[in-house]
């Protein structure tokens, strides 16, 4: 039987993610963060630019479940979610950065 490891609020768990997940034995971990929390982590790490830096954020995920952290250190939050406003800050620089 295959147990299907939940994604976030907005953004869908990574093939990567679920990897380390499963290898490192921390799916309890993960299942019992929120779905927003859950979500937090996944938009930190599909927001690296390269690779290295996606691998170094799949680590410190793990890192951060085992040692009880609920969100990654550093993160100002999801900007894809529609379920509430985009802070003034994540508007003016992450989002009209991007356009």
Excluded: Y
């Excluded at 690779?51 to 609920?70: C, M, N, Y």
């Amino acid at each position: 039987m295959t147990f299907k490891i939940s994604g976030g609020l907005v953004h869908e768990l990574p093939a990567d993610l679920s990897r380390t997940l499963t290898e490192s034995n921390i799916i309890e971990l993960w299942e019992n963060l929120t779905p927003i929390a859950r979500n937090e982590f996944i938009c930190w790490i599909e927001d690296a630019k390269q690779s290295k830096t996606r691998v170094k954020r799949i680590t410190r995920a793990a890192e951060a479940l085992l040692e009880g952290k609920k969100r990654p250190c550093c993160w100002v939050g999801c900007i894809h979610r529609t379920d509430k406003k985009p802070s003034e800050w994540q508007q003016s620089v992450l989002i009209d950065k991007n356009k």
